[in-house]
């Protein structure tokens, strides 16, 4: 075996992106992996997940094809193919790491790692082998998986996580989801989309985390979608009856009863940290995960962490870049990873994105802010896309810098970019308007909203 200047535990975002940047490097890395190239993200989160949210917009857009002037048939969801076309993006991506790894020359082996303390490393290999490597440096980077909460029937056939859910092919009639965060309302929309009867139910309220407004927007729309809501709402067991599952609840003093095909339970994340033998090797951990400082070196000498595993965000470009800065680190590069701006989107539909504060974050730091809106309804491409629902909210601070930025619509996970740069490079609000947008595109939303905040905007009174 290869000597190792690095030893990653975890193929996902965080620990293959962390292994090629090591390449990069000059170093000799050896990934383990136990389960398939690509983590999480790649096999059973982001990637999946987005397959079906376009198999579930193109199913949005065809009952509507009328309004473009398009006629054919009456469109139908077929579901083989649904998870066909899933396969084949999930196929072509981790098919397109595994080639990345080789040409990078990384040595990939397939098993479940444990520490063994002084940079040794013990992996049963899913062939049954075992095998001893050593590197002066180890990366942990091996996620999280759902947390399940435990209530009566949660084992029952029909409750599902988001990974069972990715793997089932039938189209349930009603589908109650069970969680207020960004996986539970890309599933809900996904689904009603598709063509179920879709119930959210969660403790607080949907994307707790995120600006209030941009929230209770969503909600709103996805109710005009017929999605119901049960906001507030505890789950405390479920049943088999006669019509599928019957789930109970408490919505505060109040029983809550309601009869579903399936359930998809999706309320949090926690670390995967079973069986790596942290507590030999004298890593420590914490409610979160693993605790690490701001190079990712953990309480043991040479071992690292980075992604899922060191708690959240849950996010795998934050996974990918904590990665790349661990390494840079360890090769004598040290990099750093922008928290305050980290923008995160999520697939509904229509789609939310958001980069830096929350307006309940400025009024929790009691600080001075200026508060703008456009509406997409404003906007001469959405328009013309048929696509007017939304709008783009943004925050700043009274020295003329943009301090957060959320948007509900079409195309926001690709749109919240330009804030992420403004904010990450501290373009100012002024700099920002004068910077010429193309038109008609959905960009000029933005632009309109930061005019906005200066009340220069022209397509509103
Ligand atoms: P992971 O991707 O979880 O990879 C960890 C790897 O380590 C796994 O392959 C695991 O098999 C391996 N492993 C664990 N223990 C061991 C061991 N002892 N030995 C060997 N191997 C081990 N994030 C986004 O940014 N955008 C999205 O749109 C998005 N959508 C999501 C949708 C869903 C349904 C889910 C569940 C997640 C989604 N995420 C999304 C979150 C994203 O998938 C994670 O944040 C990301 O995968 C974390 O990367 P990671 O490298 O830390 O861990």
């Given at each position: ?147 399940v909460p435990e209530v009566c029937g949660i084992n029952?056939?029909?409750v ?18 069970y ?55 505890l789950l405390d067991r479920i ?8 789930v109970h609840a ?15 339970v999706?309320t ?194």
């Amino acid at each position: 075996m290869a000597e190792n200047d690095l030893i990653v535990i975890g193929s996902g975002p965080g620990g293959y992106v962390a292994a090629i940047r090591a390449a990069q490097l000059g170093a000799r890395v050896t990934v383990i992996e136990e389960d398939k190239v690509g983590g999480t993200c790649l096999n059973y989160g982001c990637i999946p997940t987005k397959a079906l949210y376009q198999s579930a917009a193109t199913a949005l857009l065809a009952a509507r094809m009328e309004d473009f002037g398009v006629v054919a048939g009456k469109p139908a969801i077929d579901m083989a193919k649904v998870h066909s076309w899933k396969r084949r993006a999930v196929d072509k991506l981790t098919g397109g790491v595994s080639q990345l790894l080789k040409g990078y020359k990384i040595n990939v082996v397939n098993g479940r790692a444990r520490l063994a303390g002084n940079g040794k490393v013990i992996v049963k290999r899913n062939d049954g082998e075992s095998l001893e490597l050593e590197s002066k440096n180890v990366l942990i980077a091996t996620g999280s998986k759902q947390a399940v909460p435990e209530v009566c029937g949660i084992n029952l056939k029909g409750v599902m996580t988001s990974k069972e859910l990715l793997g089932y092919e039938g189209l349930p009639g009603r589908l109650l989801v069970y969680g207020g965060g960004y996986i539970a309302m890309e599933f809900a929309s996904i689904y009603n989309a598709l063509g179920s009867k879709v119930t959210v139910m969660v403790r607080s309220k949907v994307l707790r985390l995120m600006d209030g407004e941009i929230s209770k927007r969503l909600t709103l729309l996805l109710k005009k979608r017929g999605i119901t809501f049960y906001e507030g709402t505890l789950l405390d067991r479920i049943e088999e009856g006669e019509k599928g599952l019957t789930v109970h609840a408490l919505k505060g003093e109040e029983a809550v009863t309601l009869d579903a095909d399936l359930v998809l339970v999706a309320t949090g994340n926690v670390p995967n940290t079973d069986g790596l033998g942290l507590e030999e090797a004298g890593v420590k951990t914490g409610p979160k995960g693993i605790v690490v400082d701001e190079f990712y070196r953990t309480s043991a000498e040479g071992v690292y962490a980075i992604g899922d595993v060191i708690g959240p965000p849950y996010l795998a470009h934050v996974a990918s870049e904590e990665g790349k800065a661990a390494v840079e680190a360890i090769f004598g590069r040290p990099g750093k990873v922008n928290y305050g701006v980290i923008p995160a989107a999520v697939f509904t539909i229509p789609e939310v994105a958001t980069a830096g504060k929350t307006e309940e974050e400025l009024q929790r730091e009691k600080v001075s802010y200026k508060v703008s809106k456009f509406l997409f309804g404003g906007n001469g491409k959405a328009v013309a896309m048929g696509e007017e629902e939304g709008l783009v909210k943004v925050l700043a601070y009274d020295d003329g810098h943009l301090a957060g930025v959320h948007i509900v619509g079409p195309h926001a996970s690709d749109l919240i970019h330009e804030a992420a740069i403004a904010m990450h490079a501290g373009v100012s609000v002024e700099e920002l308007i004068s910077c010429i947008h193309a038109h008609p595109t959905l960009a000029e939303v933005f632009h309109e909203a930061v005019m906005a905040l200066n009340e220069e905007a022209i397509h509103q009174l």
